[in-house]
């Protein structure tokens, strides 16, 4: 499917055992978080390879699989993710963002969605659950899913490629130390 960076420091994410700042923890503690989540890893092999982990096997949608991904890739230790899941059913795209400090997903709806969309944060929370349990508690460096609400599929929704696309209205990102900033075609 594509690879996932998960940049930064993510001070708040889940620490699975044996979980270090700069490295992944082990594949069965890994396994371990995808079930706290509730999200069925029956089909999927784990390979750690220092903060770098490959996901192999099927699952049923692009959704699951993305969802895969990013409980691996949200927990401590672990900058990227290799997910080479394969899927029964696609969906229509998501595209992904990672939250920086102060962000509330009232305020990445807006971004996304446009001024006064605000309250479509319901849809982001939605298309990431079970991973979020509540609106309201996110982290910076966490990366979540952003459906194209275009789609009757949004929810659900997935990259067909699981690589990361920036939101349309970004022409560019710069890494400044650990944060990427992004920039607008007209700033």
């Known amino acids: 499917m594509g690879i996932l960076d998960f940049f930064g420091k993510k001070k708040d994410a889940p620490a699975p055992a044996g979980a270090t700042e700069t490295s992944a923890a082990s594949p069965e503690a890994l396994k371990g978080e995808i079930a706290r989540h509730g999200l069925d890893a029956s089909n999927v ?21 993305e969802k895969l991904a990013l409980a691996v ?6 900058t990227r993710v290799v997910n ?23 305020a990445i709806a807006e971004q996304f969605y446009g ?3 605000g309250s479509k ?3 982001i929370f939605e298309a990431n659950r079970p991973l979020l349990t509540d609106p309201n508690r996110i982290f910076p460096g966490q990366v979540l899913r952003i459906p ?11 990259p067909s490629s699981g690589e990361w696309k920036p939101p349309q209205e970004i022409a560019s990102a ?6 990427v900033v992004w920039k607008s075609p007209t700033t």
């Open 148 to 158: 194209d609400l275009a789609h009757p599929s949004a929810a659900a929704a997935a």
């Open 73 to 78: 890739g949200n927990t401590q230790g672990v």
């Open 174 to 179: 710069e890494k400044k130390g650990e944060e």
């Open 121 to 123: 944060y319901q849809q």
């Open 84 to 106: 080479n899941i394969v899927v029964g059913q696609t969906h229509a795209e998501s595209r992904f963002y990672t939250v920086k400090s102060g962000d509330s997903l009232w």
């Open 115 to 117: 001024h006064g969309q």
């Open 45 to 65: 092999e784990i390979a750690v390879d220092g903060s770098t982990v490959t996901l192999s096997g099927s699952a049923a949608t692009t959704a699951a699989a």
